[in-house]
């Protein structure tokens, strides 16, 4: 299995490009990660304004230690191509491509950022949000190494199966799978999907608990309301910590015994709990240092 960075992603929030002030907001916000979004939260007769903003926020700099996408407008529209140019000049963290249904695609986008030079940090990051793209998440993911990462988009995704959304996500659980097990096979970064109903904690809460029980790094969010919920839902909590701290000193004092396996708590410790409660202590530290930089 190959190893995503691991970089806090706990909060993703999008932010409407052609809103300036939210941009503007967006550097004290504390969201882990920032979507600068030039498509669906952007009305046609803005285009143009939005992309010029987002690529002189970029540039300005100022986010601090947030992760900072870009997600420009498909191929398939006339603003994608003037996008993905505009992106690669400005040099965010990674250009978010949207409805991406086929490798291919993303090998064009990559040579493409390499002729347009844009940095080796700005990688591509995929909406997986339609059925074609659900079906063959596995190839998209293994398509580039400039492929870093995969944003769940499951508004559009519930709309093209005609499905209905529903408080456990039933219609959309097999792309969810899918997502995660082609995510973690290839090292990709993994987000869930938004949670519309945004005035909803308890609904909110309970969708982010979801996510991370099916392994995703954090959740993308609508409003900055959501932020704190989905960061401390994402965090491994202080007695989660607390007890891989205990487990790998146990199972290290067991290994130097000359013993394979340790018990905690009445509960049996082998080698691959420790590799998950290392993990934890890495991703706990992570953290920390993310939000003394904030
Ligand atoms: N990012 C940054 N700031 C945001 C924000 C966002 N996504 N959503 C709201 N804010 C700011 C507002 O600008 C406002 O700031 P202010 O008080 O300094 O003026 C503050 O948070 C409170 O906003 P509020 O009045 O509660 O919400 P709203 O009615 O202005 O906006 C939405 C509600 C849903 C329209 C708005 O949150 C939004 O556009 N979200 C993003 C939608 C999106 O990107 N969709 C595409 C992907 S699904
Ligand atoms: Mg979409």
């Known amino acids: 299995m190959a190893q995503a960075s691991l970089r806090p992603r706990r909060s993703v929030l999008y932010m409407p490009g052609s809103r300036e002030r939210a941009l503007e907001k967006a550097r004290s916000l504390k969201a882990d990660s920032l979507i600068l979004d030039l498509e669906d939260a952007v009305a046609p007769s803005e285009k143009i304004v939005a992309r010029e903003l987002v690529a002189g926020a970029v540039k300005a700099g100022g986010f601090g230690g947030r992760e900072i996408l870009v997600r420009i407008n498909g191929f398939d529209t006339e603003w994608g191509e003037e996008d993905l140019v505009s992106a690669a ?73 005609h499905a209905e959304h529903t408080p456990l996500r039933e219609p959309i659980v097999t792309a969810l799978g899918l997502t995660m097990l082609a995510a973690r096979a290839y090292g990709l970064a993994v987000v869930d999907g938004v949670y519309n109903a945004f005035k909803d904690v308890e609904g909110f809460r309970d969708s982010c608990r979801q996510g991370r029980a099916f392994g995703f790094d954090g959740k993308t969010l609508i409003h900055p309301d959501q932020i704190a919920t989905a960061n401390e839902v994402f965090a491994p909590a202080e007695a989660d910590l607390e007890l891989a701290r205990r487990q790998v000193a146990a199972y290290e004092e067991a290994t130097a015994r000359g013993e394979g396996v340790a018990v905690v708590d009445g509960r049996i410790v082998e080698n691959l709990h420790v590799v998950t409660a290392r993990r934890l202590l890495a991703l706990g530290e992570e953290i920390a240092r993310l939000e003394s930089a904030a």
Do not use: C, F, H, Y
């Not at 700005?122 to 492929?147: D, F, H, Q, V, Y």
């Open 89 to 161: 000049k400005a040099g965010p963290d990674a250009v978010l491509l949207p409805k991406v249904e086929t490798p291919e695609l993303v090998r064009e986008v990559a040579a493409k950022l390499d002729q347009l030079g844009a940095p080796e940090k700005t990688k591509i990051w995929i909406m997986m949000e339609t059925p074609l793209g659900a079906l063959n998440i596995a190839a998209i993911s293994a398509s580039s190494p400039r492929l870093a990462g995969i944003v769940v988009g499951s508004n559009d995704l519930v709309k093209d199966l």
